[in-house]
């Protein structure tokens, strides 16, 4: 018998995170041998029936993975869509391992995007205490003032919530030019679309908004639409929670 917490069930089977599975389990979304389940419910991974969203659930795979996907535009992180809109799972589809996407880059967005059928290690990623930095590139139209700059780097409330400081910085020519303006925007949490907002609060219109690194994990030359593997280091890395503090006192 391998009787496991559901939640931990669905991070062993590589489909979601504990905490997504907690809040899909609390919504009634999952049900065990025909009955709705709740949070706490201990199987028996090996004889009781999971379903979520119509399927079965089964485990596929032991070997725990993460990649990196250069997420292109027009793409949701999802790997379904309702409304019949691509999605990232189409773009893994040859990876031969079913994961799911640690956090979130929007449709319009494009860039550094990891996935993995590692729980554990999403649990990681997305708790709020290791702040893996993300760098991003933001195109915006026209040319940016000091004293927008000044007020980009600077805490401000968005949606009620006081976000942290973002560190930002002008990059110049040959990166910006007279009709854009690059910047690089550095994010210790991630509030839902928060480079737009911050841009929208200084009437800058963005162009283009790219995730190029998490941590010390860079986007480098990996083509738009394609995956590779961590290596060993690399997940390691990220295990040890990025080296966060050590990353954002410098």
């Known amino acids: 018998m391998a009787l496991v917490r559901l939640q931990k069930y669905f991070t062993d089977c590589g489909v979601m995170s504990?905490?997504?599975?907690?809040?899909?389990?609390r919504l009634g979304k999952v049900?065990?041998?025909?009955e709705i389940a709740t949070v706490g419910t201990v199987i028996d991974a090996g004889v009781?029936?999971?379903?979520?969203?119509?399927?079965?659930?089964?485990?596929?795979?032991?070997?725990?993975?993460?990649?990196m996907l250069n997420k292109p535009r027009g793409y949701v992180t999802t790997m379904s869509d309702e409304r019949g809109r691509k999605n990232v799972s189409m773009l893994v589809e040859d990876l031969g391992v079913r994961v799911y996407p640690v956090g979130r880059l929007d449709m319009d967005s494009d860039g550094l995007l990891?996935?993995?059928?590692?729980?554990?290690l999403a649990d990681i990623l997305t708790h709020p205490k290791h702040e893996i930095p993300k760098i991003y590139r933001v195109s915006v139209r026209g040319q940016?003032?000091?004293?927008?700059?000044?007020?980009?780097?600077?805490?401000?409330?968005?949606d009620g919530y006081r976000i942290q400081p973002v560190k930002t910085v002008r990059l110049p020519f040959p990166h910006s030019t007279p009709d854009t303006t690059i910047l690089e925007m550095t994010l210790f949490e991630g509030r839902n679309r928060q480079i737009r907002k911050m841009c929208d609060t200084q009437s800058l219109k963005?162009?283009?908004?790219?995730?190029?690194?998490?941590?010390?994990?860079?986007?480098?030359?990996?083509?738009?639409?394609?995956?590779?593997?961590?290596?060993?280091?690399e997940m390691e890395y990220l295990?040890?929670?990025?080296?966060s503090k050590q990353q954002k006192g410098k």
């Open 114 to 120: 990891l996935m993995t059928n590692d729980g554990a």
């Open 18 to 25: 504990r905490r997504a599975a907690e809040e899909q389990i």
């Open 144 to 158: 940016v003032s000091d004293t927008q700059l000044d007020a980009l780097n600077k805490s401000m409330v968005i």
């Open 48 to 67: 009781d029936k999971v379903e979520y969203g119509g399927k079965i659930i089964i485990s596929h795979c032991d070997e725990k993975i993460c990649i």
């Open 206 to 233: 963005i162009k283009r908004l790219c995730r190029i690194s998490i941590g010390k994990l860079c986007l480098g030359k990996l083509p738009s639409g394609k995956w590779r593997r961590l290596t060993r280091s």
């Open 239 to 243: 295990r040890s929670g990025g080296d």
């Open 31 to 34: 049900k065990v041998n025909g």
